[in-house]
T-cell receptor
């Protein structure tokens, strides 16, 4: 079956702009989590959605937001981009609620965002 | 806040030798400890996990050990092969919530031919 699909794969934006990233989970998976990955920082949890509801949120400013649609697809939005937002943004889906928490999470290839 | 420390940040071993990556977690309520492997250009992939009621788990050439008293857990890879070259991440659940993982910073494993 198809894996987790993230679009676009690469994105270059200018400071102050906003960006929307998309994630299509594995069919049947209802939980989608988002992570920011920067060199040497591991994966930083952004938020997790289950059945269109945000179930948990990491320690990121309000410029980072997300949503989930009825078909479980999720989008993440970053407004007023800063240079420090340059990172690989990963989406993970899992069957049960809890994101990557106690059930296996399947990651997409990520969206590489560069802010200039 | 809670954190997971992972060491070393880079590990270079000869093909065929063993590799060990260690993690320490701070949340005594953590009960789930997965290990993920990330190859270049790909997202992380689960390779093995362990729960707090088990001290050791093996899957072919990989094994994970957990010491709850010391809040340590380790990944052991034996008979390393070139395809083991990747970045490895450990993680620990935030409490027993099922909802969130705290991740280590990653270890870049290099297998020398």
């Amino acid at each position: 079956k198809a894996g987790v699909t993230q679009t676009p794969r690469y994105l270059i934006k200018t400071r102050g702009q906003q960006v929307t990233l998309s994630c299509s989970p594995i069919s049947g998976h209802r939980s989608v989590s988002w992570y920011q990955q920067t060199p040497g920082q591991g994966l930083q949890f952004l938020f997790e959605y289950f059945s269109e509801t945000q179930r948990n949120k990491g320690n990121f400013p309000g410029r980072f937001s997300g949503r989930q649609f009825s078909n479980s697809r999720s989008e993440m939005n970053v407004s007023t981009l800063e240079l420090g937002d340059s990172a690989l943004y990963l989406c993970a889906s899992s069957f049960l609620t809890g994101g990557a928490g106690n059930t296996e999470a399947f990651f997409g290839q990520g969206t590489r965002l560069t802010v200039v | 806040g809670e954190n997971v420390e992972q060491h070393p940040s880079t590990l270079s071993v000869q093909e065929g030798d063993s590799a060990v990556i260690k993690c320490t977690y701070s949340d005594s309520a953590s009960n789930y400890f997965p290990w993920y492997k990330q190859e270049l250009g790909k997202g992380p992939q689960l390779i093995i996990d362990i729960r707090s009621n088990v001290g050791e788990k093996k899957d072919q050439r990989i094994a994970v050990t957990l010491n709850k008293t010391a809040k340590h857990f380790s990944l052991h890879i034996t008979e390393t092969q070139p395809e083991d070259s990747a970045v490895y991440f450990c993680a620990a659940s935030l409490g027993d919530s099922n909802y969130q993982l705290i991740w280590g910073a990653g270890t870049k494993l290099i297998i020398k031919p």
